[in-house]
């Protein structure tokens, strides 16, 4: 329905009657009332999706880098180790002279210690422990010592009968009593060794 919010004329001033479309007076008509406008609805906005930041690749990229360092690390302390190693053997072998290939490394032991050695062991082993031996007189050639077994002591002689260089053959005996054993002994690379043993009557 038109209404007019004027209380008068505009044209005659007379009054005008509420919600007349015409003046009464002079008939003008009369302007209708203007509608308010619709108040606009507006819709509440959609939440927003949640932003997700890109994924940093710095984190990754330092991980990445520090491993690199850490096996480069590695591999340059074994090429540090491997050269040290190889120099303590190049060092090694210079320390030790050339020799011929002829040349023969020989116990140093002559023939008689040899013999000497293996008879106090025997003895030792078949008297059970009961063997005492003094301080040896040696020579390359001869050895005595003072033996004591079973309360009794003598006087032992190992000697060099013979000694070609290859062969050589020693005599065991108490020096009172005459050789009781006589060893065979062979020159091999390492040195003399026992190649026969043969009893005395003595």
Same mark, same amino acid.
């Given at each position: 329905?038109? %209404?007019?919010?004027?209380? *008068?004329? +505009?044209?005659?001033?007379?009054?005008?009657?509420?919600?007349?479309?015409?003046? &009464?007076?002079?008939?003008?008509?009369? @302007?209708?009332?203007?509608?308010?406008?619709?108040?606009? $609805?507006?819709?509440?906005?959609?939440? @927003?999706?949640?932003?997700?930041?890109?994924?940093?690749?710095?984190?990754?990229?330092?991980?990445?880098? *520090? $491993?690199?360092?850490?096996?480069?690390?590695?591999?340059?302390?074994?090429?540090?180790? /491997? &050269?040290?190693?190889?120099?303590?053997?190049? %060092?090694?072998?210079?320390?030790?002279? =050339?020799?011929?290939?002829? %040349?023969?490394?020989?116990?140093? @032991?002559?023939?008689?210690?040899?013999?000497?050695?293996?008879?106090? =062991? &025997?003895?030792?082993? /078949?008297?059970?422990?009961?063997?005492? $031996?003094?301080?040896? $007189?040696?020579?390359? !050639?001869?050895?005595?010592?003072?033996?004591?077994?079973?309360? !009794? +002591?003598?006087?032992?002689?190992?000697? &060099?009968?013979?000694?070609?260089? /290859?062969?050589? %053959?020693?005599?065991?005996?108490?020096?009172?009593?005459?050789?009781?054993?006589?060893?065979?002994?062979?020159? @091999?690379?390492?040195?003399?060794?026992?190649?026969?043993?043969? =009893?005395? =009557?003595?």
């Amino acid at each position: 329905m038109s %209404t007019n919010p004027a209380s *008068f004329c +505009t044209n005659c001033g007379a009054a005008l009657t509420p919600n007349a479309a015409f003046c &009464e007076q002079c008939g003008q008509p009369l @302007a209708p009332a203007v509608a308010a406008p619709p108040v606009p $609805v507006v819709a509440a906005p959609a939440a @927003a999706a949640p932003v997700v930041p890109p994924r940093s690749k710095s984190g990754c990229g330092s991980c990445f880098f *520090f $491993v690199v360092l850490f096996v480069l690390g590695i591999i340059a302390a074994g090429v540090v180790y /491997r &050269e040290q190693i190889m120099s303590a053997i190049a %060092t090694l072998k210079k320390s030790i002279p =050339d020799s011929p290939a002829s %040349t023969v490394v020989a116990n140093p @032991a002559p023939p008689v210690e040899v013999a000497y050695i293996h008879f106090l =062991d &025997e003895a030792h082993r /078949r008297l059970g422990g009961q063997l005492q $031996v003094g301080s040896p $007189v040696q020579t390359s !050639k001869r050895i005595e010592v003072s033996v004591t077994t079973k309360g !009794k +002591t003598e006087r032992l002689v190992v000697i &060099e009968k013979s000694n070609d260089g /290859r062969n050589a %053959t020693i005599l065991v005996g108490p020096k009172d009593a005459g050789a009781v054993r006589s060893y065979g002994l062979e020159r @091999a690379p390492d040195g003399w060794t026992i190649k026969s043993i043969q =009893d005395l =009557d003595g």
